[in-house]
């Protein structure tokens, strides 16, 4: 109810905008708007998707574990998927090689970072922010390989790259492909064992 009446008082007042504003002027607050508008329906979708994910989870008896290897890793990759395919087809090989290392880098860098401090100060009686940590309730084998695992990747990758003088070849993406496929299945059948 609140959001339709939050709703109805925001076109009110762009429709009065508009009668007095022109259009040119009002391109950097609408594109603005776009952009918030269209971050805040992913968030919302996203997060129903999450949701119905997880009861699909309980239902049918998988794990969080498995569903974040396979499922939420495979959406959440997909765009950034999509689109590095699309800039290597128009040639634009470096900066897709930049976005395969900057998007993971930024999603574990600020997803972590963010969600530790919106955890931080939901937890926070005394107002002491910074003076709290959390305790990960039940730190599995499958983090510690997952982690293992991209540490191990990105090392490799950057061995590889300086060793060949930073040409990349079919050579290496076949053996990227053949570590992601390895270290999948290696970390679901650990998953499929510590729930046995």
Not at 140 to 158: A, D, H, M, P, V
């Given at each position: 109810?609140?959001?339709?009446?939050?709703?109805?008082?925001?076109?009110?007042?762009?429709?009065?905008?508009?009668?007095?504003?022109?259009?040119?002027?009002?391109?950097?607050?609408l594109s603005f708007a776009g952009f918030a508008m269209s971050v805040i329906w992913i968030y919302v979708i996203s997060s129903e998707i999450v949701s119905l994910l997880q009861t699909f989870g309980l239902v049918f008896g998988v794990s969080e574990t498995i569903l974040g290897l396979t499922v939420f890793a495979f959406g959440n990759s997909l765009l950034d998927l999509l689109n590095n395919l699309g800039m290597a087809k128009l040639g634009l090989s470096v900066m897709a090689i930049g976005a395969s290392y900057g998007s993971p880098m930024m999603n574990i860098v600020m997803g972590i970072g963010v969600s530790t401090l919106i955890l931080m100060s939901r937890s926070s009686s005394n107002g002491s922010l910074f003076q709290q940590?959390?305790?990960?309730?039940?730190?599995?084998?499958?983090?510690?390989?997952?982690?293992?695992?991209?540490?191990?990747?990105?090392?490799?990758?950057?061995l590889y790259m300086i060793k060949f003088k930073f040409e990349a070849d079919a050579r290496f993406g076949m053996i990227l492909i053949f570590f992601y496929c390895v270290l999948t299945v290696v970390q679901l059948i650990l998953v499929q064992q510590s729930h046995v």
């Open positions: 109810m609140y959001a339709g009446g939050v709703g109805i008082c925001a076109a009110g007042m762009l429709a009065f905008l508009f009668r007095f504003i022109s259009l040119e002027r009002m391109a950097p607050f940590s959390y305790v990960l309730e039940s730190v599995s084998r499958e983090l510690y390989i997952s982690i293992g695992s991209l540490l191990f990747t990105l090392l490799f990758s950057i």
